[in-house]
């Protein structure tokens, strides 16, 4: 079992920059993949960032390629999003999850990931 507890998240106005954090349970983070997801109000729950148990390589969502950035110190157990030049259209829940897979195939959708977060509201007003 893998517990999952994001922080971070708030409100930040347009072009801001947030710092989002995933803490794990448990002494097998370091053989995880991880993922962050988002969910906008009345939207899917979409795919944002991964990162593979190593640390690299990294996937992303094209629309949040050149402004976040996902890294993980599994000495910590703790994965992050760095979230730079930030848009209305980012505000979301965010949500980190772990899947004992990898691959960009197996960590750009939501059924690849075993454990999820209960997420954390990121809002950015314009």
């Known amino acids: 079992q893998v517990q999952l507890v994001e922080s971070g998240g708030g409100l930040v106005q347009a072009g801001g920059s947030l710092r989002l954090s995933c803490a794990a349970s448990g002494r097998t983070f370091s053989s995880y993949a991880m993922g962050w997801f988002r969910q906008a109000p009345g939207k899917e729950r979409e795919f944002v960032a991964a990162i593979s148990y190593r640390g690299a390589p990294t996937y992303y969502n094209e629309s949040v390629k050149d402004r976040f950035i996902i890294f993980r110190d599994n000495a910590k157990n703790t994965v992050y999003l760095r979230m730079n030049s930030l848009k209305p259209e980012d505000t979301a829940v965010y949500y980190c999850?772990?899947?004992?897979?990898?691959?960009?195939?197996?960590?750009?959708?939501?059924?690849?990931?075993?454990?999820w977060g209960q997420g954390t509201q990121v809002t950015v007003s314009s």
């Open positions: 999850a772990a899947a004992a897979q990898t691959g960009r195939l197996v960590l750009s959708g939501k059924a690849g990931y075993d454990y």
